[in-house]
């Protein structure tokens, strides 16, 4: 049972560049997210989908665009990559109950646009 | 929106002692408050929760308490042991929303031997 699984690990762009970070999970999830994680500003969401089929904005969605492929994978994309989008890059899952349920995070994509 | 403020950002005990981390959150409608672990190089993983209904939580070493009127959760790690060392989330969610949860900023703990 991998749990949330992410890839690539690390990356490195070339400002506008554009690249898909993928994720996918395995424990039947309704709702999956993105979060962006930068030093002493804690998980930040980009965007969410509730269920198979919506996707919303979060907190920080300028620069990115998101796919719910299927109700396992959901992915994230930069389409003109910049600095300020240098971080480490989290996908979570959870049942979806309304937010009221435990949230199962991959290992990280560290993101690095020079 | 919510917002959740946690402090503080870094904390060093010694073996053995206490460890208090406090978060303050704005949004009186929330009712689920999950407390993370993030090891070094790790996506955060689930240590505790408490939900609006309960005061108090204890899960062997790890306590966190809820204090609804005055909008504020702590988490509280007895016995610090050096694998304690990690930093923790605290967080925050209402049950009317699909957006999960705002996380505070962060607490980088340390045990020291």
């Known amino acids: 049972n991998a749990g949330v699984t992410q890839t690539p690990k690390f990356q490195v762009l070339k400002t506008g560049q554009s690249m898909t970070l993928q994720c996918a999970q395995d424990?039947?999830?309704?709702?999956m997210y993105w979060y962006r994680q930068d030093p002493g500003m804690g998980l930040r969401l980009i965007y969410y989908?509730?269920?198979?089929?919506?996707?919303d904005k979060g907190e920080v969605p300028n620069g990115y665009n998101v796919s719910r492929l299927n109700k396992r994978e959901f992915s994230l994309r930069l389409e003109s990559a910049a600095p300020s989008q240098t971080s480490v890059y989290f996908c979570?899952?959870?049942?979806?109950?309304?937010?009221?349920?435990?949230?199962?995070f991959g290992q990280g994509t560290r993101l690095t646009v020079v | 929106g919510e917002n959740v403020e946690q402090h503080p950002s870094t904390l060093s005990v010694q073996e053995g002692d206490s460890a208090v981390i406090k978060c303050t959150y704005s949004?009186?409608?929330?009712?689920?408050f999950p407390w993370y672990k993030q090891e070094l190089g790790k996506g955060p993983q689930l240590i505790i929760d408490?939900?609006?209904?309960?005061g108090e939580k204890k899960d062997q070493r790890i306590a966190v308490t809820l204090n609804k009127t005055a909008k504020h959760f702590s988490l509280h790690i007895t016995e610090t042991q050096p694998e304690d060392s990690a930093v923790y989330f605290c967080?925050?969610?209402?049950?009317?929303?699909?957006?999960?949860?705002?996380f505070g900023s962060g607490t980088q703990l340390t045990v020291l031997p």
């Open positions: 979570a899952s959870s049942l979806g109950q309304g937010g009221n349920t435990e949230a199962f």
């Open positions: 967080a925050a969610s209402y049950s009317g929303s699909a957006r999960q949860l705002t």
């Open positions: 989908s509730a269920s198979e089929g919506t996707t």
């Open positions: 949004d009186s409608a929330s009712n689920y």
């Open positions: 424990m039947n999830h309704n709702s």
């Open positions: 408490i939900r609006s209904n309960v």
